[in-house]
């Protein structure tokens, strides 16, 4: 449970005592802006699926962002998180209207469904071998790793689904992909393969 004294601490000392390790902060800013930033995005959408998968990828962005040390404390917190809603609610109805429906099939794959307006014989090679490093590099995760990108990536699924998947919390579940992030880029590395993350 959050002390009121933790709840009255400005959004830069919540993040400051977030990256220490008191996870306690992350929830106040969390429960400080929710209705903010939902309501945004709701507005938009206006999709109660869609929004809530676009409200914890935005916050899922924020906690990779603070935790590999790339957040730029401005005093503009808020207005950072709703630039990334309003970037993915953007992405969102980009892929709709240009994203083909993948068949709904365990054998099937995302990356083999993508098309580009632009494919000439080197983009095809390059995306298929990225597909192919990618599907590798998941293989060598931590299992528990691996099924969360699963999950996310391949099944689509949103945190809170893949929480009650695993049987974790959404906190979680978002650090499980954040350190599965972290170890594919080391991984890729190690294995001289290029992948974007």
Not at 16 to 38: H, N, P, W
Not at 44 to 51: G, H, N, Q, S
Request: with cysteine; hydrophobic share 35%.
């Amino acid at each position: 449970m959050t002390d009121v004294k933790t709840k009255q601490l400005t959004d830069n000392e919540l993040i400051m005592r977030y990256r220490e390790g008191d996870s306690s902060c992350f929830e106040v800013l969390l429960e400080r802006y929710q209705a903010k930033v939902y309501g945004y995005i709701f507005s938009v959408v206006k999709d109660k699926e869609t929004a809530d998968d676009i409200f914890q990828d935005t916050f899922y962005k924020v906690v990779v962002t603070i935790n590999s040390d790339q957040y730029k404390d401005e005093n503009k917190f808020v207005h950072w998180v709703m630039r990334i809603a309003h970037n993915l609610i953007v992405d969102h109805f980009r892929r709709n209207n240009k994203m083909p429906l993948v068949p709904n099939r365990p054998e099937s794959d995302v990356l083999d469904n993508l098309k580009f307006p632009d494919d000439n014989a080197e983009h095809v090679i390059i995306k298929k071998q990225t597909g192919q490093n990618i599907r590798k590099l998941v293989k060598m995760l931590p299992p528990e790793q691996r099924r969360v990108v699963i999950l996310r990536h391949y099944g689509k699924c949103d945190f809170k689904d893949i929480a009650a998947r695993t049987g974790v919390s959404i906190n979680t579940a978002l650090g499980r992909m954040r350190y599965a992030i972290i170890n594919l880029r080391r991984l890729a590395k190690e294995n001289n393969m290029y992948i974007e993350l």
